[in-house]
């Protein structure tokens, strides 16, 4: 890749990343680093390519240990690919040593470093799951960069219920606050991913009040949340909320309200649920009127099952 010819610099490089396991050892991924800092952009491209397929592929002590290297020089490219490499490998990644460098990268100098740090870790997920990740991601929450708020909280996101402290779900609705159509559907989502762990009456509320929102993706999103969480989002106002969703104009909002009314029924044989299935039928409008009447009629079909 030393080649002064670009166009076999290139076709060198793009290789290697087909070769994967096979072609992983220090030097050629010291060298697929260097040629990312290269002059031509056909060979820094094919290089970065290369570099992630290898990792992908190969993600051997050989390989993580190099990229874990590259992450602590000085030039700032070399640690942004190097970082979103390590990332590509998930959960084969989560060593302690990459995931204390992954910490280590969340404070760097360079913006988009702390950026593929965090989406390296939500690439993660589960395993990378400790006290020390959680406090950092939830700091990055606060970060004035948006991009990187919204990557730090998806990570959160992916960790599950393992993330799903009083402190992050706080930190996460009130991130919701942002005024941002796109921040407040994604953390919607994040919300849904951690289940019912973040079934606390603040995230219901804030779910509830989602679902008001002029944005129908962000209306589904909320929907889906709380359909998720169960039987500890079976209260009146929720039900009651669901109902006018499958009145909904927008199709996948109005989809989402049906999907999750009827998982909270299926989970939920409460004389709340009951009482707020027959009140609807009795004053809803006609289409709510049907979907209470099924909804109680499949709650029914369930207990006869029991």
């Known amino acids: 890749m030393s080649d002064e010819d670009t166009y076999v610099g290139s076709a060198a490089a793009q290789a290697l990343g087909e070769m994967g396991e096979k072609a992983a050892s220090n030097e050629l991924i010291t060298a697929l680093l260097n040629a990312m800092h290269g002059k031509d952009e056909n060979v820094r491209w094919n290089a970065w390519n290369a570099l992630v397929e290898m990792s992908k592929k190969a993600a051997t002590d050989e390989v993580i240990s190099a990229l874990l290297n ?12 190097a970082t979103n490499a390590l990332g590509k490998m998930g959960e084969k990644a989560a060593t302690n040593e990459a995931i204390t460098t992954l910490l280590n990268a969340m404070c760097d100098e360079d913006e988009d470093v702390r950026w593929w740090a965090c989406e390296a870790l939500r690439d993660i997920g589960e395993k990378a799951a400790t006290n020390e990740v959680t406090t950092a991601l939830l700091n990055a929450v606060l970060n004035e960069n948006t991009h990187i708020r919204m990557a730090a909280a998806e990570a959160l996101g992916e960790m599950g219920e393992k993330a799903a402290t009083n402190e992050v779900i706080t930190a996460l609705i009130n991130a919701m606050l942002d005024g941002d159509r ?3 559907c994604r953390l919607v989502k994040v919300l849904r991913n951690m289940g019912e762990n973040a079934a606390a009456n603040e995230v219901i509320i804030a779910l509830l009040n989602a679902m008001d929102a002029n944005d129908p993706y962000v209306r589904e999103a909320a929907t889906e949340a709380l359909g998720k969480m169960g039987e500890k989002a079976a209260t009146y106002k929720v039900l009651t909320a669901l109902l006018n969703a499958t009145h909904d104009k927008d199709k996948h909002a109005k989809w989402s309200g049906i999907e999750a009314l009827e998982k909270i ?9 009951i009482s707020t299935l027959q009140n609807a039928m009795r004053i809803g409008d006609e289409e709510i009127r049907m979907w209470a009447t099924v909804a109680l009629g499949m709650f029914i079909f369930i207990m006869r099952c029991i």
């Open 182 to 184: 796109n921040v407040e």
């Open 70 to 81: 590259a992450m602590r020089i000085d030039d700032k490219y070399i640690r942004r690919q």
């Open 265 to 273: 029924v299926e989970k939920a044989a409460t004389h709340e649920v």
